[in-house]
C-alpha cells in the first residue's frame, strides 16, 4: 500500500483542499429521503414508486438522451428491502465509511467513493442499455474496511462476534458469484466497484501474494532438503536420518558411525 499511499500523498498535497466534507451522510441521507418517499407517501401507487425509483437508475442510454441528472442520482438509489434491514444497511454504511473517512481523511476517503462511482459511470457505457445502482459501491466499503480492520468486531445478529475480515471474505464472495453469474451490467458494476480497492491495497495486495509464494517455495524447498542424510556411514550405509541417536565420525573424507569403529577397533 506504501506506493499507491504515496501517490495519494501527491493528489492531496496538490488538491487536498477541493475535499467533500460530509460526502458520506449526504449519500446516506438521499437515500433515507428516497426510501421514505417511496415507501410513505399514500396515494403513490406501486407505478408511480417504480417511477420514482426509475428516475434514479443509471441508464447509460438515457443519459445520452438527456438525463445527465442519472449521472449523480443513482448514488441515491435505496436497496428495495423492509425497513429493518434498510435500517440495518444504513447503519452499517455509516459506521464503517465513517471510520475509514477518520482513518483516511475526507480527501482520501472521497476519492475512494469518488473513484467507484466514476469507474461504474465510465464501465457503464460498455453496455449502454443496461441499469446500474449502487449496491456494489457501498459493498467496496465493506471490504476497504475489512482490510484496514480486519480484527473489529461485529455481532452478527446482534449476538454472534464475528471479525469482520470474515465479513470481508463473504462479500468478496458475493461479489465472484455476481460477476460469474450475473447480467453483464452486474459484471460492470462489480468491476467498478472493486477498482478503488485495487488503487488503494493493490500494492499491498501482490506484496502479500509474493510474499506467500516465497514462503511456499521456501517450505517445499526445506522438506525436500530435510529428507536429505547429513551424514552417510560408507560401512553400513545408516545415516542421521535413518538412526539419528548414532554418532559419525570423519576419517579424512569418508564417514563411518560409531558402532561400525567400536567394532573395527574390537576387531
Not at 418517499?37 to 408511480?48: C, F, I, K, R, Y
Not at 442520482?73 to 452499517?92: D, E, Q, R
Not at 471510520?99 to 462511482?117: H, M, N
Not at 542421521?240 to 554418532?247: A, C, I, S, V
Request: proline share 4%; net charge neutral.
Amino acid at each position: 500500500m506504501k506506493m499507491s499511499m504515496s501517490c495519494l500523498d501527491k493528489l492531496e498535497h496538490k488538491f487536498g483542499r477541493f475535499t467533500f466534507p460530509y460526502l458520506l451522510l449526504v449519500l446516506l441521507g438521499g437515500q433515507v429521503l428516497a426510501y421514505i418517499l417511496v415507501n410513505t407517501q399514500p396515494d403513490m401507487g406501486e407505478a408511480s414508486e417504480l417511477g420514482l425509483l426509475e428516475d434514479l437508475v443509471l441508464i447509460p442510454h438515457l443519459v445520452l438522451q438527456g438525463d445527465i441528472w442519472r449521472m449523480f442520482t443513482f448514488m441515491f438509489l435505496p436497496n428495495n428491502s423492509g425497513p429493518l434491514f434498510f435500517g440495518l444497511f444504513i447503519w452499517i454504511s455509516y459506521m464503517m465509511g465513517s471510520a475509514l473517512e477518520r482513518e483516511w481523511g475526507e480527501f482520501r476517503f472521497s476519492i475512494y467513493l469518488g473513484s467507484a462511482w466514476l469507474s461504474t459511470l465510465l464501465l457503464s457505457f460498455l453496455n449502454p442499455g443496461g441499469t446500474y445502482g449502487n449496491y456494489f459501491i457501498f459493498g467496496s466499503l465493506v471490504i476497504a474496511f475489512a482490510k484496514v480492520f480486519p480484527h473489529y468486531i461485529i455481532r452478527l445478529f446482534f449476538v454472534l462476534p464475528v471479525p469482520v475480515k470474515y465479513i470481508g471474505y463473504l462479500t468478496w464472495g458475493v461479489f465472484a458469484l455476481e460477476a460469474f453469474d450475473g447480467s453483464m451490467s452486474i459484471r460492470l458494476s462489480v468491476l467498478g466497484a472493486v477498482v478503488p480497492f485495487f488503487l488503494f491495497f493493490g500494492k499491498e495486495v501482490l506484496g502479500s501474494l509474493k510474499q506467500k509464494k516465497r514462503s511456499s517455495t521456501f517450505k517445499r524447498e526445506a522438506r525436500v532438503l530435510d529428507g536429505i542424510p547429513f551424514h552417510t556411514c560408507s560401512v553400513c550405509k545408516r545415516t542421521d536420518k535413518t538412526n539419528p541417536e548414532l554418532g559419525f565420525r570423519y576419517e579424512g573424507e569418508v564417514c563411518i558411525c560409531e558402532t561400525c569403529l567400536q567394532e573395527r577397533n574390537a576387531s
